[in-house]
C-alpha cells in the first residue's frame, strides 16, 4: 500500500464517543504513545519506520528562526496537498475522545499485522525553533488548522495524515489504513491485495450506522457463483454526504465480504476468498463508485 494516496480530511463534529470492538482495553494517546524529546524525535524522524501524533500548542506558534514551508528542500511532496486547496476555515480542535479511539484502533492494528513500526507523540514543548520549524514543515501544521495530524515516517521523508476538525467514525478503518499504509506489507493477487492477519472493517453495529436493505442474490465467491444474503447499510448523513456499506454472509452464515464507500475517498472491499474466517484480500474501486449524495 506504499503508494495509497493521503488526502487531507476534512470532518465534521459528532457528539459521542466511538465504541471499539475489543476486548474493553482503554487507550489513551497520552498513555500508550511516548512523548519524544526533542533529540528522540530527531533521532525517530531520521531513522524512519516510525507513526508520529503531532499534537500540541506549541507546535503552531511559530517562532523565529528555522525555514519555513516555502525554504525546505529535499523533502519528499506529499501526494495530494495542493496548498491552494486546503481548507483554511471552520478549524475546530478534535475532541480527544475521538484522537484516543484512533490511537486504540492503530496500536491494535499494529498488534493484528505484527507490524514493528513505532507509534510515538510530539507537543513540542522545549523544541528549539529550528526544530520546531521541521516539525511544522513534516507535518504540514497551520496556526489555523489546529487538528491532530499524523507523520508517517520512511527512509524518504515523511507522509501526512490529517484529521481534521473534526473526524467523524465511520470513516475510522479507512483512516487506520491510510495512516499505517505504508507499514501494511501485503502481496498484490489476481483476488485483490492479501493481507496475511486481516484488514479492519467498520462497525455496522454503531450508532451512527442504519440497516436500509436485506436481499439474497448470486456472487461469485472464491471462483465459484454461491447464493449468499447481502444487507445493506447506510452512515448518518454529515456534511452533505453518508457513507455506505455492504455485508455478504454465505449459506452457512459466515461473513464473506464487506463493500465500504467513503464518498470521495473511494470504494474498497474486503473478501474472504479462501473461507479463513477473516477478511484478508483487499480491492479498491474507483472514487466516483464511492459517492453517495
Known sequence: MKNFVRPFIFLIAIPFVLQGQYNGTIYAAEKDLPLLSEQEFLSAA?????????????LFEQKDGGRRDSEQKGKRPRRSDPKDQRPRDNAVQVPQPFVNELVKQLLLFKERIASSVRLARVDGKGYSADTLARVRNDAALLPNEPGPVFATYDFNGAVVSRVKGPFRPDALPWLVHEIMGYYIHSIKTEKGEYLRMGWSSTDTNSSFINLVGEKKEDREQGGKVERV????????????ATYRFQRMFGADGKLLGSLESYGDLGTFGYFDHDRT?????????????GRAE
Open 229 to 240: 444474503q447481502v444487507i445493506d447499510y447506510v452512515s448518518t448523513p454529515r456534511e452533505g
Open 277 to 289: 474466517g477473516r477478511l484478508q484480500y483487499r480491492v479498491a474501486y474507483p472514487a466516483q463508485q
Open 46 to 58: 531520521g531513522s524512519g519506520r516510525c507513526i508520529i501524533l503531532f499534537q500540541g500548542a506549541d
